[in-house]
């Protein structure tokens, strides 16, 4: 098993940036492919991105392409989310996943999730 608790939400103008992490414990971090979504109130939770579990391959929804960036530090069991040009509809709670077989687009590839962190873009 593994433990993700997500970190660096909360209130941003639109156009600016936002730096998420999220923290792994338990079983070894590089055995896991991550991913982040996002869900906002009332709406089904949306891919965001993903990263295979050396880091050499990465993935984006098209929406967010260009304006995230994920990344991990395996030595440090971390993986981040960088938001740049945030816009309105960014806002949500944003979740962190774990994969143990291979990482994909929908919420049913992922075997452990963080609680979430908010994150709210005002125009």
């Known amino acids: 098993q593994v433990q993700l608790v997500e970190s660096g939400g909360g209130l941003v103008q639109a156009g600016g940036s936002l730096r998420l992490s999220c923290a792994a414990s338990?079983?070894?971090?590089?055995?896991?492919?991550m991913g982040w979504f996002r869900q906002a109130p009332g709406k089904e939770r949306l891919f965001l991105a993903h990263?295979?579990?050396?880091?050499?391959?990465?993935h984006y929804a098209d929406s967010v392409k260009g304006r995230f960036t994920i990344s991990r530090e395996n030595a440090k069991n971390t993986v981040y989310l960088e938001m740049d040009s945030l816009k309105p509809e960014d806002t949500g709670v944003y979740y962190c996943?774990?994969?143990?077989?291979?990482?994909?687009?929908?919420?049913?590839?992922?075997?452990?999730w963080g609680q979430g962190t908010q994150v709210s873009v005002s125009s």
């Open positions: 990263i295979s579990r050396t880091g050499s391959s990465t």
């Open positions: 338990g079983r070894t971090f590089s055995d896991y492919g």
């Open positions: 996943s774990a994969a143990l077989g291979r990482v994909g687009v929908r919420p049913s590839a992922y075997d452990f």
